[in-house]
């Protein structure tokens, strides 16, 4: 089952593809997709919000099918099982730049979002992976590494991590108040006072 795409149209350039999976989180999907388009729309970027059903079983389409109007970005599809939201997602995302993220996670501060699509941008990072929230990649160059590769919240998040460890791209991998996440490898860790402008506070 898949909509947002009206027949006969042609998926158009986004800039963000923002991959949610969800199961049971008829409570949160909503306010997280309201969320996540709104702060998208504030950085002034094209951007498709792909939410994934992992064998959801309570009222969570209900609750997206609702937001339509609202979110015309927004396609739902479904995923064969838990776990492999992403997987499914990034297969079918058009975006340059991934942002991956659950339902709990896009109701927190999404400010470190918009520090880690301005290093992909400029080219000086290739992903970002802010531990307990969520990671944004370059899709081309991290796809090879994501391929494949399923699991859920901070598991996800560690396997990702060695994952683009392993291909060799330039990381930068954060911890959720701002600093840098104790890790090993050759990845690009800068200072969080190096990161955060003047009078922003920890998140």
């Known amino acids: 089952m898949q909509y947002g795409l009206r027949p006969g149209t042609t998926p158009r350039a986004y800039e963000v593809s923002a991959i949610i999976p969800f199961a049971d989180h008829e409570d949160v999907i909503g306010a ?6 709104a702060h998208l729309r504030e950085l002034g970027v094209a951007f498709e919000i792909v ?22 970005e927004l396609r739902v599809t479904h995923a064969l099982g838990r776990g492999r939201g992403f997987e499914l997602g990034i297969a079918r995302a058009q975006g340059h730049v991934l942002w991956l993220l659950e339902p709990t996670a896009a109701t927190q501060p999404l400010a470190p979002f918009s520090r880690a ?31 494949g590769l399923r699991g859920m919240g901070e598991v996800y998040l560690r396997r990702l991590t060695k994952k683009l460890q392993a291909r060799g791209l330039r990381l930068d991998v954060q911890l959720a108040g701002g600093g840098p996440a ?22």
């Open 32 to 37: 997280a997709v309201q969320r996540v388009a």
């Open 51 to 72: 939410a994934v059903d992992e064998d959801s079983g309570d009222n969570s389409h209900a609750v997206l099918a609702l937001l339509r109007a609202q979110v015309p």
């Open 117 to 147: 699509l301005d290093q992909i941008r400029d080219e000086s990072l290739d992903a970002v992976v802010v531990r307990g929230r969520f990671a944004v990649a370059h899709r081309t160059r991290a796809l090879q590494a994501v391929a």
């Open 182 to 203: 104790p890790v090993r490898g050759l990845f690009r860790l800068r200072a969080a006072a190096a990161r955060r402008p003047v009078g922003e506070k920890r998140l």
